[in-house]
């Protein structure tokens, strides 16, 4: 038994954090997915996470699984959409972690 743990010991905490990275990255992608289709749906971008679930595009706000809460940074891009004959900037709302953390390749989870 005694080896058993000697063996997996030192692996555990990176699997958590793999394990939280795999969440981390599934929660950002639905955000991104469904402010695309707020803003799709409403043609302006949400003013803030909780216009998503109180409009029903989401039940609630996910959790940062490396904060432990549901608050997110929102930023406002301004991007050329594809086809745009005029090439006018159209702005739109991204989401990031508020985590100061860095994930297991060394990038900060606040720039995922």
Request: avoid cysteine; charged fraction near 20%.
């Amino acid at each position: 038994m005694l080896i058993l743990a000697a063996f997996v010991a030192p692996i555990y905490p990176k699997y958590v954090t793999q394990r939280k990275e795999s969440v981390l990255q599934n929660n950002l992608l639905t955000l991104r997915q469904v402010i695309g289709e707020y803003a799709f749906d409403q043609k302006a971008p949400p003013t803030s996470l909780e216009e998503l679930v109180t409009r029903g595009y989401l039940r609630a706000i996910p959790i940062d699984p490396f904060t432990g809460n549901n608050q997110w940074r929102t930023a406002i891009e301004d991007e050329s959409p594809p086809g745009a004959l005029d090439g006018s900037p159209q702005s739109t709302l991204t989401v990031h972690s508020t985590s100061q953390k860095r994930s297991l390749k060394g990038d900060p989870y606040s720039r995922w």
